[in-house]
């Protein structure tokens, strides 16, 4: 062990000053060697570099010794691409704070664990309506599994990374912020080491209880609906799409045939030619609700495909078939993930609870198909199991979220007796646009120590952007 913890030393490189584009202040950046398999007695073994990232205090002066660790989405996604955003929304924060980001392993800038054959088109040119092309799945697995044990990629394992990283850069009990996966992360750091964190703050909540994608067509569907009901209130989106329900269903209806469509050759791009079925549309669609600013444009979208614009339809369904297979997810991580945590653990009704819905259970087939394909690694008998914690926690939802609606904060808080849980009015799954109001109710959170007594006027007050209203044209 002794032999195993030097060469591990000589790997992890000590944090040297870095400049971040964007972000302004001191920051220090390295690369931090851990076991991949942590369990091993193996003097050498495979190691994976872990990216971290630390963003000096403004004020060293008034520095204080609690940093603020960042915990991203997806899974798949990573604090370090959101740098730039971090600094600006907590700002105020990092004033006499640092903020920390560690880029779980198989992500981010840590030995990530992408799959580019999920962005490719099949041997004859044709994007297949799979999220997930099973073929596609095959050939990534085969490719990261000649230097990587895809079992040991679970938030278990990443949490333990973490403490480890928080001792070596010498901090006492840290602050965490989690935001939708990075909930659960959050979640499971709370259960796992208490005694080194003083406060939690998440945003878009997974309760243990959730084995995703059960929940997302229901939470896809309850945003629409409230969508379409805003819609009817508003008089100049009633005024202009009094029948987008309507239509949107038609739209729906048009693409069961899984009609091959084109966007034609340009300057940029050759000729794409892909399979649009409805339940690739659907989820697609559903990643357009994701923030309030989305959800303004649906109706005119809405409209616009209906009526003839087929590239439109093209470049959404293309959007949505190719977001896992780019170098911003990492897709390896995300199946290795939820094909041990998630997909294991769905209902007998999973598609039972996703029938009547735009959806349906088409994300759940993928994700099923896929995981047959993945190799799975293995979860403690603690998973599933709600944190219990007096840690002071703040848990934050946006109102018309459609993957981690409020319901799921509120399962989460009742374990959590110092735990408050704030919903703001207008918003999304994503900070979006209550920017400001949650950048502002955080610091004064961490400040505190305390959910107590806050401040949460700006979250009743949030408003939502307009709809965005076409000009009518004759047909």
């Known amino acids: 062990m002794i032999l195993a913890a030097a060469l591990a030393a000589q790997m992890t490189l000590p944090l040297a000053p870095c400049t971040l584009e964007g972000v302004a202040g001191e920051a220090r950046c390295g690369i931090y060697t851990v076991r991949e398999d942590r369990d091993s007695r193996a003097p050498i073994g495979r190691t994976v570099g872990l990216s971290v990232i630390v963003l000096e205090a403004l004020e060293p002066a008034n520095k204080r010794p609690d940093p603020f660790f960042m915990l991203a989405g997806g899974p798949g996604d990573a604090p370090s691409f959101n740098a730039r955003f971090f600094s600006r929304v907590f700002h105020d924060i990092r004033k006499t704070r640092d903020i920390v980001l560690v880029d779980l392993r198989g992500t981010g800038k840590s030995s990530p664990l992408l799959c580019p054959e999920l962005a490719e088109p099949g041997s004859n040119g044709v994007y297949d309506d799979n999220l997930l092309s099973i073929p596609a799945v095959r050939a990534c697995r085969a490719r990261l599994e000649q230097r990587r044990d895809l079992t040991k990629y679970t938030t278990e394992i990443a949490v333990d990374d973490l403490e480890e990283i928080r001792q070596y850069l010498g901090y006492g009990p840290i602050n965490l912020y989690g935001t939708s996966y990075g909930s659960r992360v959050a979640q499971v750091y709370m259960r796992r080491y208490p005694n080194s964190i003083r406060a939690v703050a998440m945003k878009g909540i997974v309760p243990a209880s959730m ?8 939470a896809g569907e309850d945003a629409w609906q409230s969508l379409v009901a805003r819609c009817r209130k508003n008089s100049a989106c009633n005024d202009r799409y009094p029948l987008v329900a309507v239509a949107f269903r038609e739209l729906l209806n048009k693409l069961e045939s899984n009609p091959v469509m084109a966007l034609p050759a340009s300057p940029q791009r050759r000729e794409v030619r892909i399979t649009v079925s409805r339940g690739l549309f659907a989820e697609a669609f559903r990643n357009v609700l994701y923030t309030p600013e989305g959800s303004a444009q649906a109706p005119k979208l809405i409209h616009q495909l209906v009526n003839g614009d087929n590239a439109g339809i093209v470049e959404t369904a293309l959007a949505g078939r190719r977001v896992l297979g780019g170098d911003r997810l990492a897709a390896g991580f995300f199946l290795s993930v939820t094909c041990a945590e998630d997909v294991p653990f769905l209902s007998k009704d999973a598609d039972a609870k996703a029938a009547g819905t735009f959806g349906g259970n088409y994300r759940l087939e993928q994700q099923r198909a896929a995981c047959k394909e993945w190799t ?22 946006g109102e018309f979220d459609p993957v981690t609606p409020p319901s799921g904060a509120e399962e989460v808080v009742r374990h959590l007796p110092n735990g408050r849980h704030v919903v703001i009015r207008n918003n999304g799954h994503p900070i979006g646009n209550a920017e400001k109001c949650i950048g502002m109710m955080i610091g004064q959170f961490l400040d505190r120590g305390t959910a107590d007594e806050l401040d949460t006027r700006c979250a009743g007050d949030n408003p939502a952007p307009p709809f965005v209203i076409s000009e009518k044209t004759n047909p």
């Not at 995703?212 to 067509?217: L, N, S, Y």
């Open 211 to 218: 084995a995703m994608p059960e929940t997302h067509a229901a």
């Open 376 to 397: 799975r690694g293995t979860v403690s008998q603690a998973h599933r199991q709600p944190t219990k914690s007096a840690l002071p926690a703040l848990l934050l939802s």
